[in-house]
């Protein structure tokens, strides 16, 4: 069967191959009748559309953006904060047209790198390894690229949440309370795991090292020095840090997470050995992702507006390739979105 082309169609219903292609791609070209006669045509023909590679060479853009993981992309599909954020970028890029592309900074088949290789037109870095050069890649690249919960660059747009503030008013909740053995949970992608002497001197993302620092200035404004642990972000154990966290000498009577798939994780490891929430240990998460309201007890937790993060970052990237299409050039915006502590069963005074 011969291929199907745009003269193809345009001669069968005698006009020009311009007026085809335009049917596709630029319809306020052609009346509504002529555009519904065109594409009833190819579609009889069995004409799907002009090729997306040869308009994209012809447009010079692709049609895509990507938003570049360090985690494996399994993370984007199961860890319902990356899903909050992705589903929201995908709702604001809807009308647009442009397409989502899920980008890991690991090398693939072939010693692919989806920075370097894959066509996108822009994309948002979001919550990456500092020392990942697949960031750095897309810079080199000249892509318009805004950053989501990492350290802001100058002349790099940027969209983060407030950790610190956040993190900080949990670590108050606690102190409030009448909590002086106190815990951290926290996580990191480099260094040791298990209990941390000095915090300060282990490398962090910037979400991670946001959060520390609104523990510790409540807690160290309290005179309280924490006890720290760290988990690896990917474990064959989830709850091995959190016991041996539990086994310390004192043990704390109050843990506060990096995470509420941390907490729900200590929660489960406390309740392993008979102690009760918040009975026996007070409990707090963050992010205030779906998981903390099903917990049992609820879980007291530091609410991020998530969807609200998606929508600005996908607002900046849109500005950022539309100005790299103009050649214009504005001032980077650097978006810090507010935070919220959420009080639920989980926090009490300590036990006497």
Same mark, same amino acid.
């Given at each position: 069967? /011969?291929? =199907?082309?745009?003269q193809?169609?345009?001669?069968? %219903?005698? @006009?020009?191959?311009?007026? #085809?292609?335009n049917?596709? !791609?630029?319809?306020?070209?052609?009346?509504p009748?002529?555009?519904?006669?065109?594409?009833?045509?190819a579609?009889?023909?069995?004409?799907?559309?002009?090729?997306?590679?040869?308009?994209?060479?012809?447009?010079?853009?692709?049609?895509?953006?990507?938003?570049?993981?360090?985690?494996?992309l399994?993370?984007?599909?199961?860890?319902?904060?990356a899903?909050?954020?992705?589903g929201?970028?995908?709702e604001?890029?809807a009308?647009?047209?442009?397409?989502?592309t899920?980008?890991?900074s690991?090398?693939g088949?072939?010693?692919?790198?989806?920075?370097?290789?894959?066509?996108?037109d822009?994309?948002?870095?979001y919550?990456?390894?500092?020392?990942?050069?697949? /960031?750095? =890649?897309?810079?080199?690249?000249?892509?318009?690229? %805004?950053? @989501?919960?990492?350290?802001? #660059?100058?002349?790099v747009? !940027?969209?983060?949440?407030?950790?610190?503030?956040?993190?900080?008013?949990?670590a108050?909740h606690?102190?409030?309370?009448?909590?002086?053995?106190?815990?951290?949970?926290?996580?990191?992608v480099?260094?040791?795991?298990?209990?941390?002497?000095?915090?300060?001197?282990?490398?962090?993302?910037?979400?991670?090292?946001?959060?520390?620092?609104g523990?510790?200035?409540?807690?160290g404004?309290?005179?309280?020095?924490?006890?720290?642990?760290?988990?690896?972000?990917?474990?064959?154990?989830?709850?091995?840090?959190?016991?041996?966290?539990?086994?310390?000498?004192p043990r704390?009577?109050?843990?506060?997470?990096?995470?509420?798939?941390?907490?729900?994780?200590?929660?489960?490891a406390?309740?392993?050995?008979g102690l009760k929430?918040?009975?026996?240990l007070?409990?707090?998460?963050?992010?205030d992702?779906?998981?903390?309201?099903?917990?049992?007890?609820?879980?007291?937790?530091?609410?991020?507006?998530?969807?609200?993060?998606g929508?600005?970052?996908?607002a900046?990237?849109?500005?950022a390739m539309?100005?790299?299409?103009?050649?214009?050039?504005t001032?980077?915006?650097?978006?810090?979105?507010?935070?919220?502590?959420v009080?639920?069963?989980?926090?009490?005074?300590?036990p006497?």
């Open positions: 069967m /011969a291929r =199907v082309t745009l193809t169609i345009a001669d069968q %219903v005698g @006009v020009s191959r311009m007026t #085809v292609s049917a596709f !791609s630029r319809p306020d070209q052609l009346s009748a002529l555009r519904a006669q065109v594409l009833a045509t579609q009889e023909l069995g004409y799907v559309g002009p090729d997306p590679a040869a308009r994209a060479l012809a447009r010079g853009t692709t049609g895509a953006v990507g938003v570049l993981l360090t985690e494996s399994r993370y984007a599909f199961t860890d319902e904060v899903m909050g954020f992705l929201a970028i995908a604001e890029l009308p647009t047209g442009l397409a989502l899920l980008l890991t690991s090398a088949q072939g010693d692919v790198v989806p920075a370097r290789d894959v066509a996108i822009g994309a948002l870095v919550s990456c390894d500092p020392k990942s050069p697949a /960031a750095d =890649v897309l810079m080199r690249r000249r892509l318009p690229v %805004v950053f @989501v919960d990492q350290t802001p #660059v100058t002349g747009p !940027s969209v983060n949440v407030d950790d610190r503030a956040g993190a900080r008013a949990a108050q606690l102190v409030d309370l009448g909590h002086r053995e106190v815990g951290i949970l926290s996580t990191g480099h260094g040791p795991y298990g209990l941390i002497a000095d915090p300060d001197a282990v490398p962090e993302a910037h979400v991670t090292r946001q959060r520390m620092r523990w510790t200035d409540a807690l404004a309290a005179g309280i020095t924490p006890t720290v642990f760290r988990q690896p972000h990917e474990t064959p154990d989830p709850s091995a840090v959190a016991r041996l966290l539990l086994s310390v000498t704390p009577t109050a843990v506060l997470c990096f995470s509420d798939a941390l907490a729900e994780t200590l929660v489960h406390a309740e392993d050995i929430v918040p009975r026996d007070s409990v707090v998460g963050f992010d992702n779906p998981l903390a309201s099903r917990m049992r007890p609820p879980l007291t937790t530091v609410r991020q507006d998530v969807a609200a993060k929508q600005a970052a996908t900046a990237l849109k500005v539309e100005r790299a299409q103009s050649g214009g050039s001032r980077a915006r650097h978006v810090l979105l507010p935070t919220e502590l009080v639920r069963a989980s926090t009490a005074a300590p006497r």
